[in-house]
């Protein structure tokens, strides 16, 4: 090998994790290793079977690692892939790292000696309601086994993504997972399961190994190979679309509207994909720690790694309003990061910054609000990465689900149930002034967007509170009602007592006490008491803390309405058809009551 871009690629530290990798990195050209530079100035790097090991940028930063081996039957298959995130952090990925069994007593059933695998799929397919094709799909004959007793075992794999804490699989902690990718002959798009919990820029660098790795097996054929949109069941969504469309192109039958097929589950899969002729492309400036993304030419968004805000800089062009006031631009041959009223001007790749077109127009009007407003009296400090990372991660087996990832749980409850009861909704839609404790992964979904409110939320976790805030900025930009945003205050707690605001005096609370004071019946009591004093004669609270908790809401001057364990409400039912071991905090209860 020969050059700075190939020394780099092999050189640069957690590129190559793998152990056969490191093996080869060290005899590459001697073991027949090749490395091929794309015509997007993309580095890819063989092994002397023809799969690729590692995928670079063309100054040699990695972008993805894989790793190869073989099954029972001696196939190769691909074993495990690291992805780097825009912002420097590494995911892995593990085919069939999820595997969710069924079992089923067929020993009662006449006859069930005679039943097969397609016996199960068409039983799978009924009880799924999905077409059987799917099920034969997904299921193969290893993942539908009967034993000699007429116990019948149904596997579903999943592909599962992990965040790796070190860069290697080591400390790899489950994130979400995706239906059985085809790796040796990607044959069709995946369903991605837990979307939230992903981190930031995994859904691009995990579509940019399947376009790497469906380029690598369509090389030198006649014709692409078409893809369409498959899992059990199809989630679409506009954000899917628009991830399948930065890599694929995709054709409607009979000339028909691409996206109204897509967003339409019974017929999403009508929908055929090929190769889009341009796709996104990263390249990294480790001097200056950020990734750029180009795409066609233009430049698509930067993010740097040690931005506290956690986001990155989108291009505005083609947008009314640059998203959360933050714009990336080219300017004069040099990149131009602006946020609100701060500017900052960094040197191009060298690779690629020959081939950026300047900005025609100047970066847009900034927006009346800006979202880190809504911190008083300011903004709390956050580490560089913290706010990337805020991201609700479960378990795949039995460990107990913490504090912030239960939280959603009750409050798209309680969403839904606005919806479809009448008295519950209602009370939302009264409510004047909001009081939110304790509830940093969903003070958005707690607040309802028809009118302004008076709106205050007291935080524990500020890099959760950002991606809040966040949020709410996007609401109120798209509805441009900023006045929504002016009143609403995000105030960091320090403990049993938070600065509110004197005289505060609440329609609606929604309040998640801290688990670490499950156990202690003179705190809780005393967190009780402190509420009543914020919630006006009348008002309503919705609570979640341990089961006990009902025995002290009289004497706190509540009246209790009804309660209900947070395991049996049917989001967290929902949740458990995706991770069937989920399992919550024992006792955690939710209550609605009214301050007497």
């Known amino acids: 090998m020969s050059g700075d871009p190939l020394r780099t690629a092999f050189s640069f530290p957690g590129a190559i994790q793998f152990p056969d990798n490191r093996d080869l990195a060290q005899r590459f050209d001697q073991a027949g290793g090749r490395v091929v530079r794309r015509a997007t100035g993309q580095l890819v790097f063989y092994r002397p079977d023809g799969r690729r090991m590692l995928a670079t940028d063309p100054a040699g930063h990695p972008l993805h690692e894989c790793e190869w081996g073989q099954d029972a039957k001696g196939a190769v298959i691909l074993r495990r892939a690291r992805l780097r995130l825009d912002w420097g952090r590494w995911v892995g990925l593990k085919p069939g790292g999820l595997v969710n069994e069924t079992r089923l007593n067929l020993a009662t059933k006449p006859g069930w000696q005679r039943l097969k695998a397609e016996d199960l799929r068409q039983m799978a397919a009924q009880a799924m309601r999905v077409p059987i094709e799917e099920v034969r799909f997904f299921y193969g004959d290893e993942d539908l086994v009967i034993d000699a007793h007429g116990q019948a075992t149904i596997r579903h794999r999943k592909d599962a993504f992990y965040v790796l804490e070190d860069g290697s699989f080591d400390k790899a902690r489950f994130m979400s997972c995706m239906g059985a990718m085809h790796w040796d002959r990607i044959d069709f798009l995946p369903v991605v399961e837990l979307f939230k919990s992903l981190l930031p820029g995994t859904g691009s660098a995990a579509f940019e190994l399947i376009r790497g790795l469906y380029d690598d097996q369509n090389e030198g054929q006649p014709a692409p190979r078409p893809l369409r949109y498959r899992g059990i069941p199809t989630y679409p969504s506009e954000a899917a679309f628009g991830l399948f469309s930065s890599f694929f192109t995709a054709q409607a039958p009979g000339g028909g509207d691409p996206v ?92 690629v910054g020959r081939t950026l077109a300047s900005a025609s127009e100047g970066a847009p009007a900034v927006s009346p609000v800006d979202w880190r407003s809504v911190f008083v009296p300011g903004v709390p400090t956050v580490q560089p990465g913290e706010v990337f990372g805020a991201v609700l991660l479960y378990a795949q087996d039995e460990t107990p689900i913490g504090e912030l990832a239960a939280q959603p749980f009750v409050a798209d409850y309680l969403q839904d149930l606005a919806e479809q009861d009448r008295e519950i909704g ?146 967290f039912a929902m949740h458990r058809t995706i991770l069937p071991k989920a399992k919550l905090r024992s006792g955690l209860t939710m209550f609605h009551v009214r301050r007497s």
């Open 260 to 351: 109204a097929i897509f967003m339409d589950p019974s017929r999403a899969h009508q929908l055929t994909w090929l190769p889009s002729h341009t796709w996104p492309l990263r390249y990294f400036d480790e001097a200056q720690r950020f990734c750029m993304t180009v795409r066609g030419g233009q430049l698509v968004k930067v993010t740097c790694a040690d931005d506290p805000a956690g986001m990155s800089y989108v291009s505005p062009k083609g947008r009314r309003v640059a998203a959360w006031d933050r714009s990336a631009m080219i300017v004069e041959g040099r990149l131009r990061l602006k946020d609100r009223d701060r500017t900052a001007d960094l040197s191009l790749p060298q690779d």
């Open 426 to 571: 209602q009370i939302l839609l009264r409510a004047e002034r909001i009081l939110i404790e304790n509830g940093d992964a969903v003070i958005s979904t707690c607040i309802p967007f028809d009118r302004p409110r008076e709106v205050v939320a007291t935080v524990c976790h500020p890099a959760f509170a950002f991606k809040q805030a966040q949020h709410l900025w996007t609401v109120c930009a798209e509805l441009q009602r900023w006045d929504w945003l002016q009143r609403t205050q995000f105030i960091l707690s320090t403990g049993l007592s938070p600065a509110m605001p004197v005289g505060a005096s609440h329609d609606l609370a929604y309040v998640w006490l801290p688990y670490e004071e499950f156990d202690r019946v003179s705190l809780l009591a005393a967190r009780l008491r402190m509420l009543a004093q914020r919630i006006k004669a009348g008002g309503h609270a919705f609570l979640v803390g341990p089961a006990r908790l009902g025995d002290e809401l009289a004497k706190a001057g509540f009246h209790l309405y009804w309660e209900e364990a947070v395991e049996r409400l049917p989001t």
